[in-house]
């Protein structure tokens, strides 16, 4: 596991990819949150309370780092999409929790859909932690499947 | 036939453009009015109708915080449990600054029912008491927490004359004004989401601040204001 982690970072531009999906997730993701704050001026707070939604999202970030850069490596390997939706549904499933709670995205899903976007979108704040986990969770799989078939493919391929 | 997994990512992708373009206009807009506060933010209209609200604090401070707000917003909670004290603590208590809530009930159906039962116990003198109440019980969105018998228990252990209450409740009494706050939030304040604040000083200089900000920022703009 570990020299298949060595082969696919050896190459620094997947680093530089897992770093860019990080930051393209965690910064969104901090916003909606409301963890980070561009206006009127810009505030990073975390209230006690939210410390596990934090927690949450800077994992699910990172795992989605390592998921999709891992599969962008093995598409190129083995030209096979096939884990990169695996790895794309597990980080828009936490992308979407606690995405509503009480910001504008809850005010647009409401005022366009009425009771069924108020029920999805308390949905989706009330399950906002089980909901990360179970996308923490499908994206450590998809790493766990992935590593896997590199290593396989690897040793045939070298 | 096509190949399901394809469609898959398909779908997944198509799912994560909508999100992100959702996310993206949302914010987008809440930046801009936030930048461009509504020109009417401190007319005199809405002082106006201001005047009516329930006050905290001195009716005659320098700075006057406007909170827009839904009974079952968690980030409304986490403010009132965090922010609020110190603000009450070093503005209101001070007589520098006082509070307004304009209700903007979005979130839920028993969201209206909770802003109308805060104004029913204003009519017996407990609005602030009432709305604390609610904010410290707070549960999750239309879980039964604020339900028209958990709205009549709070009214009862804060001593209201239960009778008086229901009948406030029963007739839609305040059902006009909170349908006024929803009006006001978003076309006076251009809320588009709770908690929304918008800080005015007497000479008419104003601040919106969307989210459940920390104190430094409440800090900042007030002090500024004064």
């Not at chain 1, 995205?105 to 179970?134: D, K, N, Q, W």
């Not at chain 2, 779908?11 to 509504?38: C, H, K």
């Not at chain 2, 969201?111 to 999750?140: I, N, R, V």
Request: include cysteine; aromatic fraction near 12%.
């Amino acid at each position: 596991m570990n020299n298949t982690f060595g082969i696919v970072y050896s190459n620094p531009s997947y680093i530089l990819i897992s770093i860019g999906i990080f930051f393209i997730l965690f910064i969104p993701l901090i916003t909606i949150s409301e963890f980070l704050f561009f206006e009127p001026f810009l505030v990073f707070s975390i209230y006690p309370e939210t410390t596990l939604s934090f927690s949450l999202i800077v994992t699910l970030s990172i795992f989605s780092s390592f998921a999709v850069s891992l599969n962008i490596y093995r598409v190129k390997l083995i030209k096979q999409t096939k884990k990169i939706g695996s790895s794309i549904i597990g980080t828009v499933i936490g992308a979407s929790a606690g995405a509503c709670s009480c910001g504008p995205i809850a005010f647009s899903v409401i005022a366009t859909f009425g009771t069924a976007g108020s029920i999805a979108s308390s949905f989706l704040t009330v399950y906002e932690i089980p909901i990360r986990l179970i996308s923490i969770g499908i994206l450590i799989l998809v790493i766990f499947v992935t590593i896997k078939s590199l290593s396989r493919e690897c040793k045939v391929k070298f | 036939m096509v190949d399901a997994k394809k469609l898959g990512v398909a779908g997944a992708a198509i799912v994560l453009v909508t999100l992100v373009a959702v996310f993206a206009t949302s914010y987008m807009s809440d930046f801009e009015t936030a930048r461009n506060p509504s020109p009417n933010t401190a007319d005199e209209s809405q002082a106006v109708e201001l005047k009516h609200a329930p006050v905290l604090g001195s009716k005659t401070a320098t700075v006057t915080i406007v909170e827009v707000g839904d009974y079952q917003c968690h980030m409304c909670k986490l403010w009132f449990e965090e922010t609020r004290p110190l603000i009450i603590e070093n503005y209101i208590e001070t007589g520098k600054a006082n509070l307004v809530f304009v209700d903007m009930p979005f979130l839920g159906s028993d969201s209206t029912p909770a802003s109308e039962a805060t104004y029913c116990a204003g009519d017996q003198g407990k609005y602030w008491e009432y709305h604390s109440m609610l904010f410290t019980y707070q549960e999750e969105i239309d879980d039964g927490w604020a339900s028209a018998n958990r709205l009549q228990a709070f009214a009862f252990n804060l001593g209201l004359d239960i009778e008086q209450f229901d009948k406030c409740m029963r007739t839609d009494d305040h059902r006009a004004q909170v349908n006024s706050n929803m009006q006001m939030s978003k076309k006076q304040f251009g809320a588009n989401s709770t908690p929304t604040f918008v800080i005015v000083n007497t000479s008419g200089e104003s601040q919106k601040i969307i989210g459940a900000h920390p104190y430094s920022t409440f800090e900042k703009i007030i002090d500024s204001l004064l």
